[in-house]
């Protein structure tokens, strides 16, 4: 039999991909195993496991307590500038590693909120859709609560996000903050953060970008979008590992504007003076609030170094390239299953994964974990197919479709048995 023509294009892209090589990068990617889910947590660089052991023994164990001063109090703002550069187009002084996205968000949302509403206190509507990534509604519930202010849903389809049209309609001369996720979790939807900037702006409205399923696989540009802020996961495309801490990008000219609620010493203007009372230090540094997690920050600085090297924009192109991959053997073997694509088809509105559904993909998702091939599970019948690009292969993207196809045809022969 001759080889299936899938494969053969799957090994043709690999041989003419310019970025094949990351992959031998990151620890795990000799193994037959196929890997869905760098969208959720990434592989390990090889390089940072080297370089935690190397922080460890030398930094760490040699500089001691003296590693704050040499070194360790400018790594959030040096690799915050870093993902500026390398990720979000932001220029430097803007960016900084900080808590857990979640907590930056609260941070930056109340900050948003508390300004409005004291240069303008009848913006009292928070906006933000029914599909946002869960912590993102739940911390702008929680500040909604705190302040007395509304909450305006906008209503979305959940195979797509959030239009220009939707946003117009919900914003208004009530509206304090906009806050928008630039890739949905659920269906990859890739909002236009440009228009949708504008469009808040235009209502006088304040915006914050969750970055967190696009920081390291769609370019983003918040500079020359006009972002006020954003924060973004680093533990995702950027391989920070399991709870690495995010970042946040507050543009400059908005920064003294803003009093972050979290007010603690590493935010202080003169920190190791301990005085009697908090002064908020000018520039990004100002959203920071205890104690940075130095040796959780390092691995991401070697994945950024490779985007860096890369291009974002290459990446994008592998990306979409993988997707597009996946979507034409999801319509060739899945379809005929029905199985139904539950993400945009237009690459342009697309980010870096690709889900797909049928009501049985939570059974088809546990069986696949059995097998080595990793997918995640999204209700409402969702499998969930992340493919970061520096680490995944053509070839890996059809050996994972191929077993969801086995497993697939095996769950629905044997329900039609049961039935
Ligand atoms: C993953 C993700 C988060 C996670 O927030 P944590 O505080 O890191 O748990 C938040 N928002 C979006 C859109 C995400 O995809």
Redesign the pocket.
């Known amino acids: 039999m001759s080889l299936d023509p899938h494969l053969a294009y799957a090994r043709r892209m690999d041989r003419a991909d310019g970025l094949a090589h990351y992959r031998k990068r990151f620890h795990g990617t000799d193994a037959p195993l196929v890997y869905f889910d760098g969208n959720s947590l990434g592989r390990p660089p090889i390089a940072a496991i080297e370089r935690m052991q190397r922080f460890m023994e030398h930094d760490w164990g040699g500089r001691l307590i003296r590693g704050w001063d040499e070194s360790w109090l400018q790594l959030p703002l040096e690799i915050g500038d870093r993902i500026g550069r390398a990720v979000i187009e932001a220029k430097a002084g803007q960016t900084v590693i900080g808590d ?4 930056l968000l609260y941070k930056l949302a109340r900050a948003a909120v508390d300004a409005q509403l004291a240069r303008h206190p009848e913006r009292r509507e928070i906006v933000i859709d029914t599909d946002n ?1 869960p ?2 509604r739940y911390v702008l519930e929680g500040i909604a609560r705190e302040r007395g202010l509304t909450v305006r849903w906008i209503e979305v389809d959940t195979t797509l996000g959030v239009t220009s049209q939707q946003l117009r309609a919900a914003v208004g001369r009530h509206t304090a903050l906009v806050v928008l ?1 630039h890739v949905a ?1 659920r269906s990859a939807y890739l909002a236009d953060a440009p228009e949708l900037t504008r469009i808040a702006h235009d209502a006088g409205a304040l915006i914050l970008w ?1 970055l ?2 696009s920081a390291g696989s769609v370019p983003v540009r918040a500079d020359a979008w006009e972002f006020d802020l954003a924060v973004g ?1 680093t533990y ?1 495309y950027l391989n920070g590992g399991p709870g690495s801490p ?1 970042f946040a990008y507050v543009r400059d000219d908005l920064q003294r504007a803003l009093a972050q609620p979290i007010q603690g010493w590493f935010g202080a203007a003169d920190q190791f003076a301990m005085g009697p009372r908090y002064e908020p230090v000018p520039g990004i540094r100002r959203f920071l609030s205890g104690t940075s997690p130095i040796l959780a920050m390092l691995p991401m600085d070697e994945t950024l170094a490779m985007i860096e090297e890369a291009g974002i924009a290459a990446v994008r192109a592998k990306s979409v390239a993988l997707t597009t991959f996946a979507i034409e053997l999801a319509d060739d073997w899945l379809a005929p299953l029905g199985v139904t694509l539950a993400s945009p088809v237009d690459p342009a509105e697309r980010g870096g994964h690709v889900t797909l559904h049928h009501d049985a993909m939570r059974e088809v998702t546990a069986r696949l974990w059995q097998r080595d091939v990793i997918p995640d599970y999204r209700d409402p019948g969702g499998l969930r197919i992340g493919l970061a690009p520096l680490s995944t292969s053509f070839e890996e993207v059809h050996r994972g479709l191929d077993a969801t196809r086995e497993v697939l045809r095996q769950v629905i022969a044997e329900r039609a048995g049961l039935g």
């Open positions: 857990s996205t979640t907590v990534f912590t993102d996720s979790y969750d967190c399923h996961c995702k995010a």
